[in-house]
């Protein structure tokens, strides 16, 4: 089966850095995404990594290490509206379907 | 964002209802998913169409039917559902859905109610 754990929820400071984390045990590994999720509202791609190591992106990086089947999503420089659930998905096969997601981390920013 | 689309954004139906929520992308893309979303659960891949065959069905209740007459259109025909299956229903498309770096554009979700 394909298992995917994220933490459920998580604060900071507005203006600061968060790192939300992603492991996962898969049967093949092709790929992982990260997605940003606003409440009631779409899924919207923030990154892919298929090779270890960091992938930067303005204010967000991600990172992969495959030999520890581990992620992580860093925002800096955090923004109020950067409060939503952030969503880990891994493609475990040779096509786009074969996506599996974690439950989502739901990111508040406080003042 | 307006590159997939879905009507109705909200649907509350009774058990013996029959209802069909439906998705359109204008993105030229040429695969096309349909996805339930609940509560603390994470997203579920129910069906994927690509140049409209059908080419996933992941043990979804006969209850749910899609169809994609082109590759910009895809439904979902619900009939006789459960309260069970109240949940954001999310569509999203994909360029080509044959490569793994193939990245999914997700629509707003419709939000189901079923009484």
Request: glycine share 8%.
């Amino acid at each position: 089966g394909q298992n995917i754990d994220q933490p459920t929820e998580m604060t900071a400071t507005e203006g600061a850095i968060v790192q939300i984390n992603c492991t996962y045990q898969t049967s093949g590994f092709n790929g992982l995404f990260w997605y940003q999720q606003h409440a009631g509202e779409a899924p919207t791609f923030l990154s892919y990594n298929v090779l270890d190591g960091l992938e930067e992106k303005g204010r967000f990086s991600s990172f992969l290490s495959r030999s520890k089947g581990y992620s992580y999503l860093l925002l800096k420089e955090l923004q109020m509206k950067d409060s939503a659930s952030y969503l880990c998905a891994v493609n475990s096969g040779a096509g786009s379907y074969q996506l599996t997601f974690g439950k989502g981390t739901k990111l508040s920013v406080i003042p | 964002e307006t590159g997939v689309t879905q009507t109705p954004r909200h649907l509350v139906m009774g058990m013996t209802n029959k209802k069909s929520l439906k998705c359109e992308q204008h993105l030229g893309h040429n695969a096309m998913y349909w996805y339930k979303q609940s509560a603390k659960k994470p997203l579920e891949l129910m069906f994927v169409y690509s140049l409209e065959e059908r080419v996933e069905n992941n043990s979804v209740p006969s209850r749910f039917s899609p169809e994609c007459p082109n590759s910009s259109h895809l439904f979902l025909h619900l009939h006789t559902l459960q309260p069970e299956d109240s949940a954001l229903y999310l569509c999203a498309s994909s360029p080509a859905g044959t490569s793994a770096a193939d990245t999914q554009y997700f629509g707003p979700g419709t939000r189901l109610t079923v009484l």
